[in-house]
């Protein structure tokens, strides 16, 4: 996940402040139904939500939508079932010694700043840190409240999940145009040709791109003309496609440079180049090397359907190119990113009909912006202890957090949203360093291992309990939309909104985060009054209650007011050096990532398990590559690789290419992290963990199996119990 830089900005006071209804009003003992839009990914998909009283009775889509017209996922159902999971948190929690022990908020806040005073004293400003995960892209004023407290405490060492996956997609925007949050989306509508690297939306509903209702989206494009899909997977969006081309993975940087140079010669569109791009021969000279035969070998794809695919793009001119986990994880992520945009340039398809275009956001009309400064792509020096690796607009890549901590240098952490042991390289040596720390806060809305660890536990609002506005993503979107989401239900027990928690502790440390006119009670009004506060005064967001998309066009405002002179910037120096020093993987097997339709990451692990266990965590491996070591389904495996291994069950996938290995993430047994390391395979550039390609070996296990994996557990077991360390005691304050 990505967040624009300034999306929460302050701004003016507003003379009048939204709404003007604010307060649940629920009438007793009758249903109610309101409509929402649903936070848990970048789709926005429209809620119609059902309560009585306390209770969510129910979840489904809204079919009003003007994007997403009813369409839901199992996960946006699944969260009346999330909101009343008995693992949710609902009390303040702080350790004393092996036990969490509840607090009231104000002890536990109180604890909390003198506990972080006194490591200050003691270390100064930058041993304390963050680590913002998904699930505040997606809470707006939680977002607002992590980064305006931490610019207010001035510490330097901030991460996010931003360089867990998508930092080659805010590399290439910034290099080709001197903004770093651009992001292509699709003209599904008119889109005749339509190539998909390293995404399944059907799944995922896209990599940054927010595609609701994937399948009535990708069926128009493959009944408008073509649908590919690039993917060692047959995915259900290869299913769906008009080619599915099963390449080897981490090999689709060749694929795009050797299209991009057939292209040049005949394919591109001259007058566009001609006016709208910088750097085209160097383009053709970095990729002339990638001819047909290198290609075929490095890919294993054959030779005619690498031709077929350059007739399909020649034959309609114009395309749409999406990427996503399979490619951005790989360490050909930033020039296969970059060569994508760039045959999107060569074919004259942004901003066009048919190609892709750029959302300048609701709230935020990027369109309208005159005053654009651009970057420069430079990187200042990674923390003292991996001072190689490059921090980007304010952060540090999550690759240093682990030997910062093991350093000394980072003693306290704060953990919003995310799950780091789920998330990062290296679980054991994550689970270690992150219980080596002086204070470890975590802001979540369940009991899960990040929660095991923590020191101070605070319980947030979920999605239906807080209002949101969907401007923090808006870039995303399939189109400029606004939409604000009130609470439907009264937060449960003792669940604050994460805002609250950021501004109550400010308070304790003497911080100022506060806009003029805050109220720092936790109650919807507040919440409504800070919403405001982050929006555009032009903007009535109560008229926003029901989503509103701009009706006027607004493609052609990159060319034209955003990139400098107009043009792109085709050929950046450090893209044309990697390229060079491009290497096919090892011809070992290689670990591929890929979602799961119930889960989000680690999230609705328990919700999504209780309905279908089938779906959880397997070592999945081609019907050939099973039968090469003698294993069935069922048997137990061990996969190894550089950083580690891990033991599983088999499940034989027809749909995978012979050669990779998928293994879900976001589970602890097994937990994939274990086959992937910080110290070694990182992307010099963005310092981003390889997680997609990686070369691992696949064995048959012989012998008793300790650890039975999470989807064999019985239902009522917690899935994670028992598989840390330090158990985590619950007690009642007394
Ligand atoms: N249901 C669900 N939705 C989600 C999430 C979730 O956990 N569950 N997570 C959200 C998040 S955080 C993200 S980042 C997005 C991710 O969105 P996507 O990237 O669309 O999702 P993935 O399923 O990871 O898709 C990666 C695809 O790449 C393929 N692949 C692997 N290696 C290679 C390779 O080398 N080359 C090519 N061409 N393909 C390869 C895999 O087989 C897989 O099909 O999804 C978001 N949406
Ligand atoms: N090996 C491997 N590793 C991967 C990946 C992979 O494909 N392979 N994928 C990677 C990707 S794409 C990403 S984005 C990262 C994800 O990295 P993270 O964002 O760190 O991980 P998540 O599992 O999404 O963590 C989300 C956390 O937020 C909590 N949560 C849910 N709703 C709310 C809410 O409303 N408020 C608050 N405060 N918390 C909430 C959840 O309970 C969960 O603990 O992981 C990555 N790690
Ligand atoms: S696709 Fe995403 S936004 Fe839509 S219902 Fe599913 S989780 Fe929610
Ligand atoms: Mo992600």
């Given amino acids: 996940m990505a967040i624009a830089a300034g999306s929460a900005i302050s701004r003016p006071e507003r003379e009048t402040v939204y709404p003007r209804r604010v307060t649940i009003d629920q009438r007793r003992d009758r249903e109610t139904e309101r409509r929402s839009f649903c936070r848990i990914c970048n789709a926005a998909c429209g809620l119609r939500i059902t309560t009585r009283d306390d209770r969510v009775l129910r979840v489904r889509g809204d079919p009003e939508h003007p994007l997403s017209a009813g369409y839901t996922c199992p996960k946006g159902r699944a969260s009346a079932a999330f909101h009343h999971d008995p693992r949710r948190l609902d009390h303040p929690l702080v350790r004393r010694g092996d036990t969490l022990e509840r607090r009231g908020w104000s002890e536990a806040l109180d604890d909390l700043a003198s506990a972080l005073t006194r490591i200050e004293r003691a270390h100064g400003r930058d041993a304390i840190a963050y680590y913002l995960g998904t699930a505040v892209a997606f809470d707006t004023c939680g977002y607002w409240g992590t ?42 509508d008119r889109c005749r040709m339509m190539l998909l690297l390293g995404t399944n939306p ?88 990638f001819d047909l035969a290198r290609t075929v070998e490095a890919t294993g794809l054959v030779a005619e359907d690498l031709l077929d695919l350059l007739a399909a793009l020649r034959r309609h001119g114009r395309f749409a190119g999406l990427s996503g986990t399979g490619t951005t994880m790989s360490a050909g992520a930033n020039v296969t990113e970059w060569l994508l945009w760039t045959l999107q340039v060569v074919t004259g398809s942004f901003e066009r009909p048919g190609g892709a275009w750029f959302n300048p956001g609701f709230t935020s009309r990027l369109d309208r912006k005159r005053d654009w400064v651009h970057e420069e792509g430079l990187a200042e020096p990674g923390p003292a202890s991996r001072p190689e690796l490059p921090r980007r607009r304010g952060e540090y890549p999550c690759a240093a957090l682990v030997d910062e901590i093991e ?9 919003p949203g995310g799950n780091p042991i789920a998330a990062f390289p290296e679980t054991e040596r994550t689970i270690a360093a992150l219980r080596s720390l002086e204070v470890l806060v975590v802001g979540d809305v369940v009991e899960n ?47 604050r909104p994460l805002w609250w928690c950021f501004d109550a502790l400010a308070e304790r440390l003497d911080l100022s985060i506060r806009p003029p006119g805050f109220e720092p009670a936790p109650t919807p009004e507040a919440e409504a009054r800070l919403l405001a506060h982050l929006t555009d005064p032009a903007i009535d967001l109560d008229a926003l209650d029901r989503a509103q998309v701009l009706d006027e066009p607004v493609a052609g405002w990159v060319v034209d007011g955003l990139l400098r ?5 085709l050929a950046p120096d450090v893209f044309v ?18 979602r799961q339709l119930r889960t989000m990451n680690s999230a609705l692990r328990d919700v999504a398990a209780e309905r279908e266990r089938l779906d959880a965590v397997a070592i999945h491996l081609a019907p050939s590559d099973a039968e090469a070591i003698e294993a069935q389904e069922g048997d137990r495996l061990v996969v190894q690789s550089d950083a580690g291994a891990l033991e599983g069950r088999l499940q034989v996938d027809p749909d995978l290419r012979p050669g990779s290995v998928w293994i879900p ?41 300790e650890s039975r994996p999470d989807s064999e557990r019985p239902r009522d077991a917690p899935l994670h119990a028992g598989r840390l360390r330090t158990k985590r005691h619950l007690t009642s304050e007394n």
């Fill in 407 to 415: 350093a000394g240098h980072v003693r306290a952490l704060f953990v």
């Fill in 665 to 705: 993430h976001g589970w602890l047994a097994p937990n994939v992290g274990q086959l992937t390391r910080s110290d070694r395979d990182v992307d010099p550039l963005t310092g981003m963990v390889l997680q997609s390609g990686v070369p691992v070996r696949v064995e048959r296990t012989e012998g008793a199996q």
């Fill in 147 to 188: 980064q305006a407290f931490f610019d207010a405490h001035g510490t330097r060492q901030r991460y996010t999940c931003a360089t867990v996956d998508t930092p080659c997609k805010l590399l290439v925007s910034e290099l080709m145009s001197g903004y770093s949050f651009l992001h292509p989306i699709p003209d599904t």
């Fill in 202 to 289: 059907v799944v995922s509903h896209g990599h940054l791109t927010g595609m609701t209702n994937p399948v009535a989206h990708l069926r128009r494009v493959a009944r408008q003309g073509e649908l590919w899909v690039v993917d060692p997977r047959r995915t259900a969006s290869a299913r769906l496609a008009t080619r599915h081309l099963a390449i080897r993975p981490g090999t689709d940087a060749f694929l795009l440079a050797f299209l991009a140079r057939e292209l040049l010669r005949d394919g591109a569109d001259p007058e566009y180049l001609a006016n709208h791009a910088e750097g085209v021969d160097a383009l053709a000279a970095a990729v002339g090397p």
């Fill in 577 to 594: 050096r990697q390229l060079a020093e491009l290497e096919a993987p090892p011809s070992s097997a290689l670990l591929i990532p890929g």
């Fill in 449 to 495: 291992e990040i929660v095991e660890l923590a020191t101070h536990v605070w319980p947030c609002t979920g999605q239906l309990e807080r209002a949101d506005l969907s401007g923090l993503m808006e870039f995303y979107r399939l189109a400029p939309i606004g939409q604000l989401a009130r609470p439907v239900v009264a937060p449960v027990a003792e669940r």
């Fill in 565 to 569: 002179g107009g043009r792109w910037q």
